[in-house]
């Protein structure tokens, strides 16, 4: 029966033209505005790293000014300063872990007729490859060694190996960066985690950087610090290394701690670390130390903005409103189909036949409207990502999840919508219809 | 076969209850054509819609074969006018988008037959009314005489008890209304049993019995004489 009432389905749209194609229309504006913007929050607030997000900690703990809280939530710092971040790191406590911070520098191509450019750096540690769980195409990540020994070694972005080395397996070579000669020891496959939930501080949702070399680097080469600095005093001493010893916060750092034994125990750790600096003379405030799973963090960094919560919000009271014209337009058509349909209860169908046939002539209008809706949203992320530029890029593409939301979207608004109109065509008298012939 | 027993139906508004049928009394027998005719506003089609089970009444008892329809669901009364009435109207209520195939296919939808038997009995119930060949044709494509036939095979599809027709010749001129009739008589012939409703005395004279309704009632079996007053009093 179903094939016959998607046939009667089909024929009833063709009767009206005009009027399906206002229902078609009017759902797939509304399933098209709220793709759009349920596109927008589901990348915003997607699991960048669903297999192992709880296992990931970001750490905070509570250097900031004795007067006057960092955050007005009572919060730490959101990054670390150059002491407790290498502190930490020496302290090797957690399974895996990477402090981390954001740089950049001109890169010096070995063809004399490449011109120098610049490029994003990210300086961190050799568990950042496997803690994030980045994919490589060529080498591998830098050793434990190198980090310890401060070696120029480099790992390049796909896009950074494409651009200098035409895309061949370039470990081993060597490249100037920032006037110091590197040599690459491995060659990332595409990676951009979205959120990019390493470092929220730079921008959730910016691309992830062009090379990778090791933290230790920075005080040696002076490596430039970009990203945010935060210092709540000035630093003691003048110049670069003045600034590494300061309270200014500019790192960040993850651990890794595969169970909930391993989190209290760092977190104990880190409790008692802080209270030795406090015997130092740091940390004046009462111990306020974190760590964050990946989605707590990105809860607590406001990932997704309040901005593009009214928007969602307000997409769907959109919705609503398409909805209710297609329940005018769907009572509009069905009476029209009055006299058909006392003619078919005449002849034997019950009112649960004629309810179940229009509720499918309902729901293909809505299947119709959600392969509209998914061409506007297609349109209307185009349209955010024009807005918006770069930043955008990465928020604006439909998944495999994304286009059967859409036509599940579409169906149950369009069976919703056809409820009371179905309903209506269900208390319609035959009698009265074939009399009125 | 069908048996009202002191049947009332009243309709009322916020004004007025106009008594369409009162203490109304009818037997059929199996395989009788029977008419009924009377003057407009005297309950022939309040009747044919409750003999049908379009209309529920307020009093009495209908027996269809000998099954008391009284207190049956809305669900009992779709399936039992699926399998044992068929329905000839006078504007033939064909649906438009549909061709004939289709049309007649509409009953058999219902009764959930195979995709085999329902061709078959299309296809027979066209060649009956002789319009098998016209089978891929839309209904706005025939006359009115050829959609009525229409209406006849589809009625005759479901291989109903009884056909119950309400004007089936009123939009037709006398010759295609002759030959409806003669198509009637053929299917009584075969077994079917027939009530229809007429303005026409000619036809009524047709049939095995004429009942002559007035005022919701009965009044008796129809003289020539009063089907022709029927006549003058409905303007027909």
Known sequence: ?437 | MLKMQHISKVFRTDLVATHALRDFCLEVAEGEFISVTGPSGSGKTTFLNIAGLLETFDQGQYFLDDEDISHLSDNARSRLRNEKIGFIFQSFNLIPDLNLFDNVDVPLRYRKMPASERKQRIETSLETVCLASRSKHLPSQLSGGQQQRVAIARALAGQPRFLLADEPTGNLDSAMAASVLDLLKEINAAGTTIIMVTHDPVLAEQTDRQIYVRDGQISNIASTGQLAEARLVSGA
Not at chain 1, 58 to 66: A, C, E, K
Not at chain 1, 151 to 169: C, E, H, P, T
Not at chain 1, 231 to 247: A, I, Y
């Open chain 1, 1 to 437: 029966m179903i094939s016959y009432y998607m046939k009667l389905a089909l024929l009833s749209l063709k009767r009206n033209p005009l009027l399906s194609g206002l229902m078609v229309l009017a759902i797939g504006l509304g399933v098209g505005a709220c793709m759009t913007i349920i596109t927008v929050n589901y990348l915003m607030s997607a699991d960048p790293i669903p297999q192992k997000s709880d296992q990931l900690f970001y750490v905070q703990v509570d250097s900031w000014d004795p007067h006057e809280s960092r955050d007005e939530r009572n919060l730490p710092p959101d990054q670390l300063t150059w002491t407790d971040a290498t502190n930490l790191m020496a302290a090797k406590r957690a399974y895996r872990q990477a402090a981390m911070a954001s740089s950049g520098g001109v890169v010096e191509p070995a063809d004399a007729d490449a011109k120098p450019f610049n490029a994003s750096i990210r300086l961190t540690y050799q568990d950042f490859f496997a803690m994030f769980e980045v994919p490589f195409l060529y080498g591998s990540p830098w050793s434990a060694e190198d980090d310890a020994n401060e070696r120029q070694v480099v790992v390049l972005s796909k896009a950074m190996n494409d651009k200098i080395f035409g895309g061949s397996d370039s470990t081993g070579q060597t490249l100037r960066i920032t006037g110091n000669l590197f040599t690459v020891a491995g060659v990332l496959d595409h990676w951009q985690p979205v959120p990019r939930f390493y470092d929220l501080t730079t921008g959730a949702f910016n691309t992830s950087e062009d090379l990778f070399m090791p933290l230790s680097l920075k005080m040696p080469l002076e490596l430039d610090s970009s990203g945010n600095v935060n210092c709540w005093k000035e630093p003691e001493e003048p110049g670069f290394k003045g600034f590494l010893l300061s309270e200014c916060v500019n790192f960040q750092m993850w651990v890794e701690l595969p169970d909930a034994g391993d989190k209290a125990e760092y977190q104990a750790f880190l409790n008692n670390y802080v209270n030795t600096q406090k015997e130092l003379g740091r940390f004046p405030r009462p111990l306020n130390n974190r760590l964050s799973d990946v989605m707590q963090w990105m809860e607590i960094q406001e990932v997704v903005a309040d901005d593009a919560r009214i928007m969602l919000w307000l997409s769907f009271m959109f919705l609503a409103v398409c909805l209710l014209n297609t329940i005018a337009l769907l009572l509009a058509k069905f009476s029209a189909k009055a006299p058909e349909i006392g003619l078919r209860r005449a002849i034997g169908a019950s009112r649960k036949e004629v309810f179940i046939q229009h509720l499918l002539e309902a729901g293909s209008i809505g299947l119709l409207g959600g392969l509209l809706g998914l061409a506007l949203a297609l349109l209307g992320l185009q349209g955010v990502g024009a807005l918006y530029g770069e930043f955008a890029d990465n928020l604006t593409s439909l998944d495999l999840p994304l286009v059967l939301l859409a036509l599940l979207l579409a169906l149950i608004a369009s069976l919703l919508a056809g409820l009371y109109p179905t309903w209506r065509a269900c208390q319609v008298n035959p009698s009265q219809q074939l009399k009125s012939q």
